[in-house]
Nanobody, 116 residues
Framework: QVQLVESGGGLVQPGGSLRLSCAAS????????MGWYRQAPGNQRELVAA???????DYADSVKGRFTISRDSAKNTVYLQMNSLKPEDTAVYYC??????????WGQGTQVTVSS
């Protein structure tokens, strides 16, 4: 069973920054994609950013230019650097990994609130 441990959420003012981290217990060679999703109240869960192997990361249009996803393979950890945060970025953020064998795992979620 793969476990994902998230950290870094919190309350921040508009225009501020936060960095989310997600450490995976899976063998690094078994991980195909690491990513972040978010879900705001009343909305469906949506992809924020994802990174697969040596490919360029994918981003939601709403976060392009503001968020950066990165992956530290040595630590089995994925990060989401969020800059210029807006109130509409408020949501629960979930870490997600997809293994090469096709299994998918989710973190427990971390709350990000952007408010003055």
């Amino acid at each position: 069973q793969v476990q994902l441990v998230e950290s870094g959420g919190g309350l921040v003012q508009p225009g501020g920054s936060l960095r989310l981290s997600c450490a995976a217990s899976a063998n690094i060679f078994s991980i195909k994609t690491m990513g972040w999703y978010r879900q705001a109240p009343g909305n469906q869960r949506e992809l924020v950013a994802a990174i697969t192997g040596g490919r360029s990361p994918d981003y939601a249009d709403s976060v392009k230019g503001r968020f950066t996803i990165s992956r530290d393979s040595a630590k089995n950890t994925v990060y989401l650097q969020m800059n210029s945060l807006k109130p509409e970025d408020t949501a629960v953020y979930y870490c997600n990994i997809l293994l090469w064998m096709g299994r998918e795992y989710w973190g427990q979620g971390t709350q990000v609130t952007v408010s003055s």
